[in-house]
């Protein structure tokens, strides 16, 4: 991991430098100031150094001084969203020593604790507060901590899974609750897809890096280098360097190694009491195995029988079937020939459905022709008898007319006879 400075009121942590690192003149956005400084390394050797600086709203500056870098376990870049004093700041870490600048208040430890937590560790280990949900910045209902961690050449931890950049995302929630993400990413700095969501595997990736969060070496909180200048005790100091050489974790899984191996002896000589009963229990069940293997091939020399025997059946069947097949062959000819007129028959068959077809259409052709002759007859019947109701009525009109005549003329002959004789008075 990259090593990270604080100053101004603010303790020192040295994360881990790396040597034998490549050289770098680094390359970054808009909105960061670079300073570069030629000299010299401690080897003689010409190196390029620049200084990185990044600020925030509250007033923290980070200046990351860029030569040579390491393949894995960088700290590269750092995200906060509402986390403590910050609602969000980002910040891109150099390779090597990182110094955080800022006024006492300005959120400095806060960047530190946010490594710890996203990291796994918990609340206590930072010594600014015993529950994580101190950490979300009030009156906000959750804090993200995203860490990226360098993960290339040979060394990098599952390379083909999580890229050259591993992600760690860190989800709090405001009643103490979180959740871990581990992303795949890239150089460039996008993240990918979801990995894993187990701490196990978190653990996993620092044990390969040998990021230790705990060591006071790696993160320095400011309480604990307080109580290590101030102390006069040799004791907290012979403490102190146990646990930054390890040698107390080694210690530790010593006496637990101990304690577990004594374990052991006392159970092998509690199992070497019953290794004779043990063994003639071991004995009496191979004998027991060799009869059931001895069974098994009985077994097996049953079953190849039981084969012979089905094949011997078989034979004699085929024996027995060979007279009839010569019949078999003349009936399949003779279902042969039979097909033949059958298909001869059903063809004939198709043929007489057509013309029957055709006769039906030309049936119902004549039918509709005589439906529509009935039609034209029954209308001009219908007209004649009209018609000649009407003649009729016309003659006894004509007759009546007749009559009337006849009458009018008997009328006029008596008008003329009354005449003649009122003249010939």
């Not at 750092?78 to 110094?99: A, E, S, W, Y």
């Not at 119902?364 to 029954?378: D, H, I, L, S, T």
Request: net charge negative; aromatic share 4%; proline share 1%.
């Amino acid at each position: 991991m990259s090593s990270m400075k604080r100053s101004r009121g603010a303790d020192a942590v040295h994360e881990g430098d790396i040597p034998g690192a490549k050289r770098n003149k680094g390359a970054v956005s808009d909105d960061v100031e670079i300073e570069e400084d030629d000299g010299d390394d401690e080897n003689g050797e010409d190196f390029e150094m620049s200084q990185l600086h990044t600020q925030d709203e509250a007033g923290t500056t980070v200046v990351a001084e860029i030569g040579r870098e390491a393949d894995v376990g960088i700290l590269e870049k750092i995200t906060l969203v509402n986390f403590m004093c910050h609602k969000r700041f980002d910040v891109q870490f150099g390779p090597n020593v990182n110094f955080v600048l800022g006024r006492n208040g300005s959120g400095k430890s806060a960047i530190m604790n946010a490594v710890v937590v996203a990291l796994g560790g918990k609340a206590t280990a930072t010594q600014r507060g015993t529950s994580l949900k101190q950490f979300v910045q009030s009156g906000a209902s959750h804090s993200e901590v995203i860490v990226h961690l360098r993960n290339r050449g040979h060394d990098a931890y599952r390379h083909e899974v999580f890229g050259d950049t591993i992600v760690v995302e860190r989800h709090i929630r405001s009643d103490g609750t979180g959740t871990y993400k581990l992303k795949s990413g890239s150089s460039s700095g996008s993240r990918g897809t979801v990995v894993s969501t187990k701490k196990e595997e978190l653990q996993h990736i620092l044990d390969h890096l040998n990021i230790q969060i705990d060591n006071p070496v790696s993160l320095l909180s400011q309480e604990t280098s307080r109580n290590f200048l101030h102390s006069s005790d040799p004791k907290n100091k012979y403490k102190l360097f146990m646990k930054a050489t390890q040698l107390e974790k080694i210690s530790q899984d010593y006496e637990a190694t101990r304690d577990n191996l004594e374990e052991m002896k006392r159970g092998i000589e509690k199992k070497k009491k019953f290794l004779p009963e043990v063994q003639q229990e071991a004995k009496r069940l191979e004998e027991k195995l060799q009869e059931f293997q001895a069974l098994e091939s009985l077994e097996m020399k049953l079953l190849d029988l039981k084969k012979e025997l089905q094949w011997s059946m078989v034979t004699q069947l085929e024996q027995s079937v060979e007279p009839y097949r010569a019949d078999i062959e003349k009936e399949r000819q003779r279902l042969a020939k039979n097909q033949s007129k059958a298909d001869q028959a059903k063809t004939f068959c198709a043929s007489f459905d057509v013309e029957c077809q055709e006769l039906n259409q030309k049936m119902e052709g004549a039918c509709q022709k005589a439906a529509a002759v009935n039609e034209r007859k029954e209308s001009l019947s219908s007209e004649l008898r009209a018609k000649q109701k009407k003649f009729r009525d016309a003659e006894h009109e004509l007759r009546a007319l007749e009559r009337q005549l006849v009458d009018k003329n008997k009328e006029v002959k008596a008008l003329e006879t009354k005449r003649d004789e009122s003249t010939a008075l």
